[in-house]
């Protein structure tokens, strides 16, 4: 979620390689992409949202 925040691209790539668990929510209940997002890291809230998509595509019951 730091990374997200701060808008570190390469070091959220790296964590989202080892799979970093995108439904993970901070004490206030934002999500790293909407810590990407409200501090203005449009990329790697991009970034973010094409691994969501990946991940509920992927899910059991998701329409294909």
């Known amino acids: 979620m730091l990374s997200c ?3 570190l691209i ?5 964590l989202l390689l080892q799979n970093a668990n995108l439904y993970e929510v901070n004490i206030l209940g934002d999500t790293a992409l909407k810590l990407a997002q409200r501090n203005g ?3 790697l ?4 949202m094409q ?3 990946a991940l ?4 059991p019951g ?3």
């Open 51 to 53: 691994k969501y998509n």
């Open 10 to 14: 390469s070091i959220a790539e790296n």
């Open 45 to 48: 809230a991009l970034i973010l």
């Open 62 to 64: 998701s329409k294909k």
């Open 5 to 7: 925040k701060l808008g």
């Open 41 to 43: 890291h449009e990329e």
């Open 56 to 59: 509920n595509r992927n899910r």
